[in-house]
């Protein structure tokens, strides 16, 4: 497992994402990685979530697909600021090497978070199949591995942050998403920008409540589907 052929490019709001040349797909959308993590992962995912579930933690999050550790680096912020401890599992079967990552501009970003900067390249730095503690809130474990022979913890959230259907459908099959939700623990929620009709319809089969809600800028709908209590 290498690191993949990759180009780095510059979205609509500025921030950076890859261009995976062997895919041909990039690792965000181009309309904002930075805005499309926002609102998929932490708006619609930890921010949802919390609300349902105010006082239950630590949140145990597994997100699919580790990619730049965009929406890695910003659970981290999200987890310090809130001051909520969150236990983060991330699988990847291609990490990228520092060459690459090492260029995002992730941190040069105007948000007001330039306190957290110094872990971004932390979280890259972690070694892989092995995991700690990374700030007094965050506790990361990365995994080198595929989703089907990766082993899984009963998690609360669920980002599933994987190539579009179109490149890798392998990763998107009924069979393949199932011991996803058998891992994620009653009231669990399960968030992803894709929102192909089967994807709904196969979370539905698997016993989840689908809904469909507003996508990041430049995508009309997005998924998110939660687990009953």
Request: charged fraction near 20%; aromatic fraction near 14%; charge should be negative.
């Amino acid at each position: 497992m290498t690191t993949p052929q990759v180009k780095l490019i510059t979205t609509e709001d500025g921030s950076h994402s890859l261009y995976h040349e062997g895919l041909q797909e990039t690792y965000h959308s181009f309309h904002g990685a930075f805005k499309e993590s926002i609102h998929v992962f932490m708006l619609y995912g930890l921010d949802s979530w919390l609300a349902r579930n105010p006082k239950k933690y630590p949140i145990r999050i597994f997100e699919v697909g580790f990619g730049t550790g965009l929406n890695a680096w910003l659970s981290l912020v999200w987890a310090e600021q809130n001051q909520i401890p969150v236990l983060y599992h991330s699988i990847e079967p291609f990490p990228l090497g520092p060459e690459i990552y090492s260029q995002l501009n992730y941190i040069e970003q105007d948000h007001g978070i330039w306190h957290y900067h110094k872990y971004f390249s932390a979280l890259h730095e972690v070694a892989w199949n092995q995991g700690g503690p990374l700030s007094d809130y965050f506790n990361i474990k990365k995994d080198q591995v595929r989703l089907e022979d990766s082993d899984l913890y009963p998690c609360d959230v669920v980002f599933y942050d994987a190539f579009a259907p179109s490149k890798q459908p392998e990763l998107w099959t009924k069979e393949i998403l199932a011991p996803v939700v058998d891992a994620m623990r009653p009231g669990a929620v399960f968030t992803t920008y894709c929102a192909k009709g089967q994807l709904k319809r196969d979370l539905k089969e698997l016993g989840l409540q689908v809904e469909t809600l507003p996508g990041p800028p430049g995508k009309k709908e997005m998924t998110r589907a939660w687990k009953g209590v």
